[in-house]
């Protein structure tokens, strides 16, 4: 069963600029993840946000999450044609982590 | 680095064949995982391993089985491959201590039923 659902499911921006998706979730989580993945290719994990953190960052990544709306999002700063790829929130429960369709995000030269 | 190596990135197979998918890491992770990913439905659970010789099974095991007889290996069976088995297969693991739900990819299998 799907746990996360992201929001919107395709983007494109110009390179240089700001991208930013959400995730929806159903139930209470311990922690929400951010993973992405390359055409092709397996995922790759980005960020973990615990349920009493509200905001991290990583290079030019910076996650929020709400826990009273059920949502978290995902910014990429200055993005670049690198960070063309398709981007998943997931959370665990117990031993398994389930994941939403994913937003496929095109970085435009 | 953790690395998750999966045996074949490509596949053929008719429908019938028994299908194989081979899957090992060498962080000695307890815990290990395969999924499969369609487009629009994303990664769909179909089982996971806690230990050697354990299996429980994830979202959608039907038509699926699994072995783990080693540690580092765990394995994908399809007994008689059917055409909507057609799909991207990624195994992973992760570590034991608290699950923090952090998993470690392999690059995929992408199998095709004829």
């Known amino acids: 069963s799907q746990q996360g659902e992201e929001d919107p499911q395709a983007l494109s921006i110009q390179e240089g600029e700001n991208a930013t998706m959400n995730c929806s979730y159903k139930?209470?989580?311990?922690?929400l993840q951010w993973y992405r993945q390359n055409s092709g290719r397996g995922l790759v994990h980005l960020i973990l946000?615990?349920?009493?953190?509200r905001e991290k960052h990583s290079g030019s990544l910076r996650v929020t999450l709400d826990t009273s709306k059920k949502s978290s999002s995902l910014l990429i700063t200055a993005s670049r044609a690198a960070d063309t790829a398709s981007y998943f929130c997931?959370?665990?429960?117990?031993?398994?982590?389930?994941f939403g369709a994913g937003t496929t995000v095109t970085v435009r030269a | 680095d953790v690395k998750v190596t999966q045996s074949s990135r490509y596949l053929v197979k008719r429908t019938g064949e028994k299908v194989f998918l081979e899957c090992v890491q060498d962080?000695?992770?307890?815990?290990m995982f395969w999924y499969r990913q369609d487009p629009g439905l994303g990664l769909r659970l179909i089982y996971f391993?806690?230990?050697?010789?354990?299996?429980e099974k994830g979202d959608i095991p039907e038509g699926y089985s699994v072995s783990r007889e080693k540690k580092e290996r765990f394995s994908l069976i399809l007994e008689s491959a059917s055409t909507n088995q057609t799909s991207m297969y990624l195994c992973?693991?992760?570590?034991?201590?608290?699950?923090?739900?952090?998993?470690?990819f392999g690059e995929g299998s992408r199998l095709t039923v004829l």
């Open positions: 962080m000695d992770h307890e815990n």
């Open positions: 391993s806690y230990d050697v010789k354990m299996k």
């Open positions: 946000i615990r349920s009493n953190e």
């Open positions: 992973a693991s992760s570590p034991p201590h608290k699950f923090t739900g952090e998993l470690f």
């Open positions: 139930t209470s989580i311990n922690n």
């Open positions: 997931a959370s665990p429960n117990d031993y398994k982590l389930s």
